[in-house]
């Protein structure tokens, strides 16, 4: 993680490389300096809970998907009201992410959709809906920016080609809801975590041009006796991590999915959300103990803790990236 000047005080924005961001269920949005622990702003969400969190390309604003919306903040002022709101949407908004290029922006929600949002437009309208049959907990955009992966609690994936809006489905397990799924930023492999405490893993081919990605069943990992969250693959696409409501974060090597280490603290509870650093040495996660934590990977050592939060930290968006 690399280290920006620790003189973001709120509202110069620009100072700091780092972004980070912490929210749940105590309806507030906490941003933190990242490397001292310090929270130099909080912004409320009073209409509901904040599902998930997700910071645009361009590192302006910042989207938290709630009951029924999706709110967008600035980053870079303290402005504490939203610039943009995305409402009408029924239930839950469960997943929240961006285009590469800022274009467009896609969500998943609890009314058994996935849909996309022209970011270019301001009548915030959405302009396109992909319908499932039942409540949709993860969408994953692969890193061709042109196909949706949409995970559901029936135990289906959906594979949604943008560009020609083909879709496919595949189901790894039957009647275990898929809760997370995740690409390598090379595009080689995607996970997708259930809540039955399985992690299953293909190879991607194609996926390039016209040609639509190919899955190849590679492994299934019993990666935690409980539900498991979330999935990430690292930034270097060497290590998949795992979160779980057995309260511990697993890290597994992708050169043969071996476990390659255990983050556990003895407070920390159900493990929701996880970030890692840029250069995937350090790993930020989410508990339902209401902190948020700073890990080396390595050492599996916590290097700082991210307390303020009233209630349990289900989600967190997190950048450290230097331009």
Known sequence: MKKGPDNASGGNGGS?????ATAGYDHTIRFWQAHSGICHRTVQHPDSQV????ITPDKQLIAAAGYQHIRMYDINSNNPNPVINYDGITKNVTG???HEDGRWMFTGGEDNSARIWDLRSRN?????????????????LHPNQGELFVGDQSGAIHIWDLKTDHNEQLIPEPDAAV?????DPEGTYMAAVNNKGNCYVWNLTGGRGDEQTQLHPKTKIQAH?????????????????????????RIWKTADFSLYTELKENTQRWVWDCAFSGDS???????????????NVETAQVKREYGGHQKAVISLAFRDDVE
């Not at 599902?51 to 997700?54: E, G, H």
């Not at 006796?225 to 974060?249: E, M, N, Q």
């Not at 040495?281 to 890990?295: G, K």
């Open 225 to 249: 006796k409980r539900y498991v969250l979330k999935c990430l693959f690292s930034p270097d696409s060497t290590l998949l991590a795992t979160t779980s409501a057995d309260t511990t974060v």
């Open 16 to 20: 700091d490389p780092v972004i980070l």
């Open 51 to 54: 599902n998930a969190l997700q």
């Open 124 to 140: 915030l309208q959405c302009q396109r809906i992909f319908q499932v049959n039942a409540p949709v907990n993860c969408v994953c």
């Open 281 to 295: 040495q350090y790993m930020i996660t989410a508990s339902s103990d209401n902190m948020a934590r700073l890990w």
């Open 96 to 98: 929240v992410g961006f």
């Open 179 to 183: 809760q997370s799924i995740s690409i």
